[in-house]
């Protein structure tokens, strides 16, 4: 917001506004920053596709919200507080502490003759005692507000157009290059209002990520639950030409979408549910949010799988998340192998075995990585062999909701054990655990150490840590202990690789790709 405000002051520009005039009504924000309006009258008005982050700021920043209607809800009124600082030339948010400090001249007294002048009288008077000061100070606010009333933002006009060129023109026209989001893109092209309700599918897919988020699953993008919906139309999951789809097939994609919506809260409540139940209690440890639009793909086709399908998506799962399949999948073949889910799994018979023709399901793991990033699906495959074995806490009790402390904490819930070596040894998986309840924060070396003082070893084992392994980091050889550690997570890796059906690695370790998404 103050950089905002700097580039008006020193001239710079800041974009364009883009508006599109029409007597359409169509769903619209109804607050500009802090201010609330009430809807419009007119049955031709301006609606603001892009530029809405710096009116606010603008508007915020520089009018007077005395008998305004102000927006009932702000997580941070405070925001909209900003004054020029005559000492440190610059904009900036105004503390309350602050609020009676006569060097931050406040910014809803610029543009307004009255306002200004009062401003101004006041300044005088707190500054009565240096009023060389004091005229400094007023030539430089006056300049400041020269700045403000000489700049002009220029505005791109749109008319006599329909919503779908309106969209496509923003979706070309943006100032910050930035594509319009492909559920915003679609929403947009789709909005209708009938019999007295509207489909805004938009806030359909808000919805949505809501219901995720309270399974915590709240990191799946809305690109993600767009897709899963398209999945359940059996349209291509990719498609980016909305605007010639929209106009060819608007009636009939419209009614469909709508359905769509509903059987995709059933099938991905079923995704969730499976997935939860192979241990993923968290999209922080999800190898890849496309395998939970290919499970909501086959769940709205068959809400009762059998106990052969179910073994069939198992080993898929477990198969495409160690070998990172999606890492290098077209979109063709992911495609076809929705496809495959839907029309031939999802209807075969329950005691004819099931195979896979999209899907190499003898794909060999990629080996142990090299290093620990949860961007990887390879590593979060190696979090959730590490969570199988219900890491304990020193009580020698489980600890509980460890994928709740990965959605609060993210990365940070997986600790490192040691912090001084070279960055390869660091950077070890080797080197990482899940944190238990008594070390809340910093290295977990202490912790593994007092375990093994305690001769706690079974707590060890279930955090992935051998007694030789506890016994050389008690001795000082931490470099044994990462190499003693490794060996046992690869041990307990190929294990639960061939307990799921997985082709293990020809190579015991490697480097893994980022490929999560």
């Known amino acids: 917001m103050t950089d905002l405000l700097d580039s ?51 508007a915020g ?38 609020a009676a400090d006569a060097t931050l001249f406040p910014l809803t007294s610029l543009l307004d003759t009255l306002r200004f002048f009062t401003a101004v009288d006041g300044l005088r008077r707190e500054l009565a005692d240096r009023p060389n000061l004091a005229d400094a100070a007023v030539a430089d606010i006056s300049r400041v507000a020269r700045s403000f009333q000489h700049y002009r933002v220029p505005v791109i006009r749109i008319r006599q157009t329909g919503l779908s060129e309106a969209v496509e023109i923003f979706a070309r026209l943006n100032s910050k290059g930035q594509a319009m989001a492909p559920d915003q893109m679609v929403s947009a092209l789709m909005y209708r209002r009938t019999d007295g309700r509207e489909f805004d599918l938009a806030a359909d897919i808000d919805g949505l990520a809501e219901q995720l988020a309270e399974q915590d699953y709240s990191d799946i993008d809305r690109t993600t639950i ?51 139940g192979v241990g993923v209690t968290t999209s922080r440890l999800l190898p890849y949010s496309l395998q939970l639009v290919l499970l909501s793909a086959f769940f709205d086709r068959q809400a009762q799988a059998s106990s052969a399908q179910l073994e069939v998506l198992r080993r898929w799962f477990w198969v495409s998340s160690f070998s990172g399949w999606f890492g290098g999948a077209n ?37 142990h990585p090299t290093s620990f990033d949860m961007r990887s699906a390879r590593t979060r495959s190696l979090l959730l062999v590490m969570l199988s074995l219900e890491p304990k806490s020193l009580d020698g009790d489980p600890v509980r909701d460890l994928g709740r402390s990965l959605v609060e904490k993210g990365p940070a819930a997986v600790g490192r054990i040691l912090q001084q070596l070279p960055q390869e040894l660091v950077a070890r998986p080797a080197n990482r655990m899940f944190r238990p309840p008594e070390a809340v924060r910093g290295s977990l070396k202490p912790w593994v150490q007092h375990c093994a003082a305690r001769g706690a070893f079974d707590v060890l084992a279930s955090h992935g840590i051998s007694r030789q392994a506890a016994e050389a980091l008690l001795s000082g050889d931490d470099v044994a202990f990462l190499d003693l550690r490794q060996d046992l997570l690869i041990a307990i890796e190929l294990e639960f690789q061939l307990r799921e059906g997985v082709n293990t690695s020809v190579r015991q370790v490697g480097s893994a790709p980022v490929d999560t998404g």
């Open 331 to 367: 979109s063709s073949r992911v495609n076809s192998l929705i496809d495959e889910f839907r029309h031939n799994l999802a209807t075969a018979a329950s005691e004819r075995p099931v195979v896979l023709a999209t899907f190499d399901q003898e794909a060999r793991a990629l080996p």
């Open 8 to 58: 008006v002051h020193k001239q710079y520009p800041i974009g364009s506004l883009l508006v599109w005039e029409t007597d359409e009504p169509i769903p619209t924000l109804d607050r500009l920053g802090p201010f609330r309006f009430k809807p419009s009258g007119e049955q031709q008005v301006g609606y603001l596709l892009d530029g809405h982050q710096r009116l606010s700021t603008l």
């Open 226 to 276: 767009l897709r899963a919906i398209l999945a359940n139309l059996d349209e291509d999951i990719y498609r980016t030409d909305w605007t010639r789809l929209t106009s060819e097939r608007r009636d009939e994609l419209l009614t469909r979408m709508q359905v769509g919506v509903d059987r995709t809260r059933v099938s991905l409540d079923l995704a969730v549910g499976f997935l939860k």
């Open 61 to 98: 920043a520089l009018v007077a919200r005395d008998g305004a209607e102000l927006a009932s809800v702000d997580d941070d009124p405070g925001r909209w507080d900003l004054a020029w600082s005559i000492e440190s030339q610059r904009f900036q948010h105004v503390p309350a502490a602050a």
